[in-house]
């Protein structure tokens, strides 16, 4: 393997991980999601989409605790951040990876070109 695989092979890797966040936030939908618990009625509950006017209980898995509660509203605002949030990750790891694979292709085919 030479050194100029190793580089593109190397910044390649960001650009996936670019990719993959950067669809992850393109394919996320408007409706909330609970992760946690949303009591519906009597004693059923259920996780998974959420309907206007239900509360999610942020529930802790790991050790059994309520982390606290959202509304509807709520939690499609911090989807909503969150979707930025892959947004701007994503466009910053592929900046990156891009800026990599240009710099190294065309620093490295240069001096190729000179030998």
Do not use: N
Request: with cysteine; proline share 3%; aromatic share 10%.
């Amino acid at each position: 393997m030479t050194f100029r695989g190793l580089l593109l092979g190397l910044f390649a890797v960001p650009v996936v991980v670019g990719g993959y966040f950067l669809t992850g936030a393109a394919t996320a939908d408007g409706t909330p999601q609970c992760d946690g618990i949303i009591e519906e009625y009597g004693d059923a509950e259920r996780s998974g989409p959420m309907k206007p006017g239900e509360t999610c209980d942020l529930y802790d898995f790991t050790d059994g605790r309520s982390a606290g509660t959202r509304t509807y509203e709520q939690q499609r605002k911090a989807q909503e951040e969150g979707a930025a949030d892959g947004y701007r990750t994503g466009g910053w790891w592929l900046a990156y990876g891009v800026a990599g694979l240009t710099v190294v292709t065309v620093h490295l085919g240069l001096k190729r070109r000179r030998a």
